[in-house]
């Protein structure tokens, strides 16, 4: 089995003590071809590199900062420009990766290497405590645009995939403060299959009020910006095109009748207007 150079990228923000036991998760992996990059949003609870790192003080450990808080997006996009590697992995700073993950990835490429991108199966933490994904949040192999469009089908803690699809894609975007990788998974499942290790090789944790989940307001309105990007900038075939519609006129939709209901007319009116113009393409 080749032995691919993996570049592991954790972007963080006033997460001192979560994302200690995320770089640990790091450091603990079987597979130790990888490089682990901290990228800094500015904290301002003392996070630091000796602090994350304590001993392991080399050049596979690299702590960046940046010069101003500019998001999730622009900290991930910081951490792969500064990567050597041919794959890329990210890992949020409050999930925890599993001893083999980064091995049983890499077994999988090598046994499957037509694939550019691979994730595994994950368990949830809401607030302390196991819960179980619903049926409709459960990983599936393969070509999968069509799940994809209704929710965020792949996880970012638990993918890797090829720097070259990374960049060709168009990163993450920077523009917006949520949902940020729910177009760029759009872009790569449009003509690309994602691998899956069947294993339970992360934990995510939830259901604290630093999330961006609780702090953005309504998702499906940068989701509908995104959906309006694909549709202007991406070269679609006639059924992902009618895929895209139906998923935008089913959001547009739901968005105005929740501004309606809180007499947001202007904001009701725009809203509408996007269902309503696209309605016609499905």
């Not at 895209?244 to 547009?252: D, E, P, R």
Request: positive net charge; contains cysteine; charged residues 30%.
């Amino acid at each position: 089995m080749t032995k691919p150079f993996v570049s592991v990228i954790i972007p963080t923000f006033n997460r001192k003590q979560l994302c200690k036991r995320a770089v640990a998760s790091v450091i603990n992996q079987t597979y130790t071809n990888f490089e682990l990059i901290v990228v800094d949003d500015c904290s301002t609870d003392e996070t630091s590199a000796e602090y994350l790192f304590g001993k392991n003080r080399d050049q596979k450990y690299l702590y960046l900062r940046n010069k101003i808080n500019a998001g999730v997006s622009k900290s991930r996009n910081t951490g792969v420009s500064r990567s050597p590697a041919e794959w890329v992995s990210f890992l949020d700073s409050d999930d925890e990766w599993h001893p083999e993950k980064l091995k049983k990835q890499v077994e999988w490429i090598s046994e499957n290497p037509d694939y550019d991108i691979v994730q595994t199966r994950e368990i949830w933490i809401r607030k302390g405590v196991r819960v179980n994904p619903p049926k409709t949040h459960e990983k599936i192999a393969g070509y999968i645009f069509r799940e994809s469009l209704s929710r965020c089908m792949i996880t970012p803690s638990s993918v890797m995939l090829k720097k070259r699809l990374f960049i060709e894609k168009g990163r993450f975007n920077e523009s917006i403060p949520a949902c940020e990788d729910y177009g760029l998974w759009l872009r790569i499942t449009l003509n690309n299959p994602v691998g899956l290790v069947d294993e339970l090789l992360l934990t995510r944790y939830g259901g604290r009020k630093d999330q961006l989940s609780f702090s953005v307001g309504v998702l499906d309105k940068f989701r509908i910006r995104t959906l309006l990007d694909l549709l202007e900038n991406e070269e679609l075939n006639s059924e992902q095109k009618s895929l895209v519609c139906k998923t935008l006129v089913k959001k547009a939709g739901i968005v105005a009748n929740g501004l309606k209901k809180r007499n947001k007319v202007d904001e009701y009116e725009r809203f509408r207007g996007i269902a309503d113009q696209y309605r016609k393409y499905i």
